[in-house]
């Protein structure tokens, strides 16, 4: 497997996909960002340093084709849209199986990209989307994120197959009375941060809840971006960050995240209503869930309507601080109804939402693509 935009232990990558695959029996490399060489858990992993600007990292996908020869592997999975043309180049030249893993939906999200003149994003995602599209014929399969996906590819792949990023098993090993005594007045946020992925909503509802209650405080667990920020939100986001309202963890590894979650009260998904926002259930959801969080999300798409189904967290606008601040404290203030929440989106996560049947399709799906590499 290859990757320049996730780390080399990336949830999916790794614990999912990567370790699904080695408990049945493959041997596995993993290329992407990590600070070392190393075998972990059984997996080897090739390191890429964190690209300084895009450039850089699109420039990298040649060190990566390299990389990827000298393994000789069976199966190239690859992660990234920028490496198709890494994929085309190791099918043309190898007798490989080439795999596509479409994450997200990469053409929309190109009409929410701040870097892209907004003129030119229509012009860009059309493009994108064209050329995505074209290219998986060549490839030997292709992995989505959600069956919605997995019909869109299905049109230029036939052999497509969708894995929704469901929590592993070990997310479900204690049940929520389990983690009680350990909760505390805490609201956690888990993924990237910028402007898109609700950093100013964040900023905007924390200053709102701290005038209402001062015993409490919000995990941000990711890497934060300030881009298109306001000053002034930026500055007082260092306020509240001083005052301990505010606790920055940047990236955490998978099984790292999950203990946190576990100490945690409560759980956010301030996210945008952006094109490609609106279209699939964030991984973050599922994870909430299956650590019986109860959690605040926008009232949009179809994270609101696994809402409503399953009366699982608390629907707000998603672009008014007032009613996340709200919804907050109500859920602070009402500890049984937080706790009866977050039971019932526990129990149905995991009836529903766990990686077990996903890595049963994985497994088939390589089957059906090719040879096992298999160990010894």
Same mark, same amino acid.
Request: positive net charge.
């Given at each position: ?61 040649? !060190? ?6 000298? %393994? ?12 198709? @043309? ?6 043309? &030249? ?16 190109? +009409?929410?990209?701040? @870097? ?24 030997? *399969?292709?992995?989505?994120?959600? %069956?919605?996906? #997995?019909?869109?590819?299905? $049109? ?23 983690? +009680? ?16 992925? !609700? ?26 971006? &300030?881009? !298109? ?27 790292? +995240? ?33 650590? *019986? ?32 601040? %709200? ?12 706790? #009866?929440?977050? $039971?019932?989106?526990?129990? @149905? ?26 160990? !010894?």
């Amino acid at each position: 497997m290859f990757t320049t935009v996730h780390q080399a232990r990336d949830g999916r990558i790794f614990y999912k996909e990567g370790m699904s695959l080695v408990k049945a029996g493959y041997d596995l490399t993993i290329i992407g960002l990590h600070p070392r060489e190393e075998v972990v858990q059984g997996i080897k992993i090739l390191p890429l340093s964190p690209a300084k600007n895009r450039l850089i990292r699109l420039l990298r996908g040649i !060190g990566v084709l390299f990389k990827a020869f000298k %393994e000789k592997a069976d199966f190239y999975h690859f992660h990234d849209p920028e490496l198709i @043309w890494v994929g085309l180049t190791l099918k043309m &030249f190898t007798k490989a199986r080439v795999i596509y893993d479409a994450h997200e939906y990469y053409a929309e999200s190109i +009409l929410s990209k701040q @870097w892209i003149p907004k003129k030119l994003r229509p012009l860009i995602s059309k493009l994108a989307n064209f050329l995505e599209k074209r290219s998986v014929r060549f490839f030997d *399969g292709v992995v989505t994120a959600t %069956e919605m996906m #997995e019909e869109r590819f299905k $049109k230029f792949s036939p052999r497509t197959v969708a894995l929704n990023n469901y929590p592993v098993e070990e997310f479900f090993a204690y049940s929520p009375e389990d983690c +009680l005594p350990r909760r505390e007045k805490r609201i956690i946020y888990t993924g990237s941060i910028n402007k898109l992925r !609700g950093l100013e909503i964040i900023i905007r509802t924390i200053d709102l809840v701290r005038k209402a209650r001062e015993d409490f405080q919000c995990l941000l667990v990711g890497k934060i971006d &300030f881009t !298109g920020v306001d000053s002034a939100l930026i500055q007082l986001f260092n306020q509240l960050k001083d005052e301990g309202y505010l606790k920055v963890f940047g990236h955490l590894d998978y099984k790292e +995240l999950f203990s946190l979650l576990r100490q945690s009260q409560l759980a956010w998904n301030p996210i945008l209503p952006a094109p490609h926002y609106c279209l699939a259930v964030p991984s973050k959801i599922y994870e909430y869930m299956a650590a *019986g969080l109860p959690f605040i999300t926008g009232d949009f798409g179809p994270t609101a309507r696994l809402v409503r189904r399953y009366n699982c967290g608390c629907l707000v606008n998603p672009l008014n601080p007032q009613e996340h601040a %709200e919804a907050i404290l109500r859920l602070f203030n009402q500890e049984n109804t937080a706790r #009866e929440i977050g $039971k019932r989106g526990y129990n @149905w996560a995991r009836k529903f939402f766990s990686w077990a049947k996903e890595e049963k399709k994985l497994l088939l799906f390589y089957e059906e693509i090719g040879r096992k590499q298999r160990k !010894g």
